[in-house]
């Protein structure tokens, strides 16, 4: 429920910054890193132990960086 939630808003997000040409993408960023954290964090729960889980929580703790440093210098 959580993963259709952030899947609608990053989708929405995207769509309107394209179609407007406004800055969002800071936004974007963090609820993308969400998205890729809740989807790690699942894929652990079930215990599939592998590669794909742990690397989507690692790739998850660079883009909220990226986002953190977007909202920063802007």
Do not use: C, H
Request: cysteine-free; overall charge neutral.
């Amino acid at each position: 429920m959580v993963r259709v939630i952030l899947v609608v808003v990053v989708l929405v997000l995207s769509s309107y910054s394209l179609i407007t040409e406004t800055e969002l993408m800071p936004y974007y960023m963090f609820f993308l890193g969400a998205l890729s954290l809740v989807t790690g964090l699942v894929e652990l729960q079930k215990d599939r132990k592998g590669f794909w889980g742990y690397m989507s929580i690692v790739i998850s703790l660079f883009v909220f960086f990226v986002s953190i440093q977007g909202f920063l210098i802007n």
